[in-house]
């Protein structure tokens, strides 16, 4: 029987993959296969087929090759639909893995994977040749309890399938327990990942376990372990002269925190004199936390395990026990501390003409938060100023000197996202009965502008002695990324420029300089912000772009964030002479894997916050289905239209539910428009949405367009 075409192409592959195969010329190929003459063409035609799949490439002397086989190596992400993504390091783009050619890998597994040939789409494709890791080793979900077994419903959309469990290895969980699984099978060829309960967190109704279950998800660190909660008391011990001697003094300047109202953990104090001549003596006083948390201490290992405190919405998880971090290292008002200050002296332009990083010891004046503070800065609040008239000078001009440091920075092309993050206000059982801005005022602004300069000044003086050191970075926007944002703006009348398909980040702090007071200032600042890049921690100062400098650090919260905690170590061994040889060695060594944990767990903090964020955000809609908002297109893709509400929650209008036409999804205008009619749906368009539905699982709201 004759072979078909796809026959004869298998066949040639086989062959020109077997060991023993030589590269060979076509004719060479041809004579060997014994091609007769009048099927030459089609012969040609399965070689090209061959080199345009990939299977085949051809040597500069026209011999017929196999391809070599690319391994690469990445982390698995899972979908629930089957198939996944591999994020290799170091690549900006992702490779698609096929649901076929997953091959056993379950979400965040470390695989190797061989690109396949052929490219559909935009996405090289892959198939996963070997799990080297298992990422999960316990997963959270919803337990459903059936006759003689269970199943648990994962939270995490990224895992495919449910858990089976079987009736013993339940732990006596009934029907919508939220429960912590431990994995024992991870399922492949079409079956499920098994497992056994581990733990109970209460039923999905009960207060405060929706929350939990998030913290469990992320495997948030929430108790310490007791002999890190007894080192904390050992250490946590009141300022002796011994802990004073050979400090700097700073008891008699006048010093102040300025924090939220709620802010437990006070880290950073602030000073400012001006001198005769004009000059202004800026104090940013940091508490020295590493006098009580020693390197390679329990203490150490837990926070270095944390990596940074995370901010839930009905809750903090501290990186240090709260004897630390809201005691000792706490700059409390009143009381004697240790801190690290970094004293800048800045003449009337801001240009920074000196400045000294000193171990100090310090006492707080006054605690005031930012609302007061605000009261006095921008409304001259008579009560509020004669409450703290003994503060007001040195706030005032503290005030101007933020002014020209701020003006300063914007000169240098700085980029301010001038924009409210949400405060999500819940009831006594954990539920949310208020969405509102955070305010950003003068007071806020201060410190910021205060601390920038801080982290900067640390940075640079560091970066000039060549020491080892952890720097924050920030790589240059992501090309495709600012296209889209130039389509976005263009819609309300705004553009950027780019140069080589780059942006200057003058451009980026032009734009939002020009949208500042409108009505969608919120939307396309956030937008702007999500055409960047990441900031993270790395050993090598590259430069931060969104601050248009070329040194920036984290220096100025070492209670809560790892990389602040490890830099004041190097900063102190400087100081007193300690950083020599072995030392400058022993940083070197240890700073990369340092850099990439805490920017993992920064990362992993911020989901977890913003997974909280959405599931606040979904229960708050709940209440208001069937009502009727405005609000702006933030987004448009072929699946349907995102509608951002001015307190910040964001909805979908699935394409099916456009409703009097049949839309397409325009890619290169990102615009949805109805063939018939040629109405359009398009970025940043004013939209009346209705509430249509609450998706509790996934955390995602429904919208539908409102009727007129």
């Not at 200032?521 to 990441?534: F, G, V």
């Not at 220096?555 to 490890?566: A, E, G, K, M």
């Not at 992993?604 to 964020?613: K, P, Q, W």
Request: aromatic residues 8%; glycine residues 6%; charged residues 30%.
């Amino acid at each position: 029987m004759a072979k078909s075409f796809e026959e004869r192409k298998k066949m040639i592959y086989d062959l020109t993959h077997e060991s023993f195969y030589v590269p060979m010329k076509e004719k060479e190929l041809a004579i060997m296969l014994q091609v007769s003459p009048e099927d030459r063409p089609e012969f040609k035609q399965i070689l090209e087929e061959l080199l345009m799949e990939g299977s085949l490439q051809i040597t500069k002397r026209g011999r017929y090759e196999p391809v070599k086989e690319t391994i690469l190596t990445g982390t698995f992400i899972g979908n629930a639909k089957g198939f996944g993504f591999v994020e290799v390091k170091g690549q900006t783009e992702d490779y698609y893995v096929p649901e076929s050619k997953v091959n056993g890998a379950f979400h965040q597994d470390t695989v190797q994977i061989k690109l396949l040939p052929g490219c559909r789409g935009k996405r090289q494709e892959v198939e996963v040749v070997k799990v080297l890791e298992r990422g999960l080793k316990t997963v959270v979900g919803t337990y459903q309890a059936s006759k003689n077994f269970g199943f648990v419903i994962p939270d995490d959309t990224k895992i495919c399938g449910d858990i089976f469990i079987q009736k013993e290895r339940s732990k006596g969980a009934v029907d919508g327990h939220k429960v912590v699984v431990e994995l024992t099978k991870y399922g492949s060829g079409g079956k499920n990942a098994e497992g056994k309960v581990i733990e109970i967190l209460g039923h999905i109704t009960d207060p405060g376990v929706d929350i939990m279950s998030i913290i469990k998800g992320f495997d948030l660190p929430l108790e310490f372990p007791e002999r890190v909660l007894n080192q904390a008391e050992r250490v946590a011990k009141e300022v002796s002269d011994a802990d004073m001697a050979g400090r700097e003094d700073l008891r008699s300047l006048q010093m102040v925190t300025i924090d939220g109202i709620d802010a437990k953990d006070l880290d950073d104090a602030v000073s400012l004199t001006i001198s005769d001549d004009g000059i202004y003596h800026l104090g940013v006083h940091i508490a020295d936390v590493t006098n009580y948390v020693q390197e390679n201490s329990a203490l150490d290992r837990e926070a270095l395990v944390r990596g940074t405190s995370v901010y839930l919405v009905d809750r903090v998880i501290p990186m240090l026990p709260r004897v630390l971090s809201n005691g000792m290292c706490s700059l409390n008002a009143g009381e004697d501390r240790l801190a690290l200050s970094c004293l800048m002296d800045y003449n009337a332009k801001g240009e920074l003409i000196d400045y000294h990083i000193v171990e100090s010891v310090i006492n707080v004046d006054k605690r005031m938060n930012y609302h007061d503070v605000a009261l006095i800065l921008e409304d001259r609040d008579e009560a509020q100023m004669k409450e703290d008239e003994a503060f007001v000078p040195m706030l005032l001009q503290m005030h101007d000197l933020a002014g020209i440091l701020r003006k300063k920075r914007k000169a240098r092309g700085s980029i301010d996202f001038d924009f409210d993050e949400c405060k999500i206000v819940l009831n006594d059982k954990g539920e949310p009965i208020e969405i509102k801005p955070y305010e950003r005022n003068a007071a806020t602004k201060l410190i910021e502008d205060f601390m920038l300069a801080a982290n900067e000044t640390v940075a640079q003086h560091f970066y000039w002695l060549e020491l080892p050191f952890v720097y924050r970075t920030h790589d240059k926007p992501d090309p495709e990324k600012i296209k889209k944002l130039a389509t976005f703006i263009h819609n309300f009348g705004y553009s950027i420029k780019t140069t080589q398909e780059e942006v200057h980040p003058k451009e980026l702090q032009k734009l939002l300089s020009s949208i500042e007071g409108s009505e969608e200032e919120n939307l396309i600042a956030r937008l702007t912000l999500r055409s960047m890049k990441r900031a993270q921690y790395y050993p090598e100062c590259i430069g931060h772009f969104g601050l248009a400098c070329q040194f920036y650090c984290h220096f100025t919260s070492p209670i809560r964030r790892y990389p602040d905690l490890q830099i004041h170590r190097i900063i102190k061994e400087h100081i007193r002479g300690r950083l020599k040889g072995d030392r400058i060695a022993h940083y070197q060594a240890i700073l990369p894997d340092v850099c990439v944990q805490t920017s993992k767990l920064e990362r992993r903090a911020d989901e977890a916050e913003r997974e909280t964020d959405k599931l606040k955000k979904a229960q708050y809609m709940q209440a208001h289905i069937g009502e009727v908002f405005e609000g702006v297109i933030s987004s448009v893709t072929s699946w349907g239209i995102y509608v951002e509400l001015p307190n910040t929650i964001e909805g979908m209008i699935h394409v099916s539910d456009l409703q009097g036409d049949y839309f397409v999804f325009r890619e290169e205008s990102y615009e949805m428009v109805g063939e018939t009619t040629g109405l359009c749906y398009k970025l940043g368009q004013s939209v009346k949405i209705q509430v249509k539905d609450v998706d509790m699982m996934m955390r995602t709201v429904a919208f539908i367009v409102a009727e007129d």
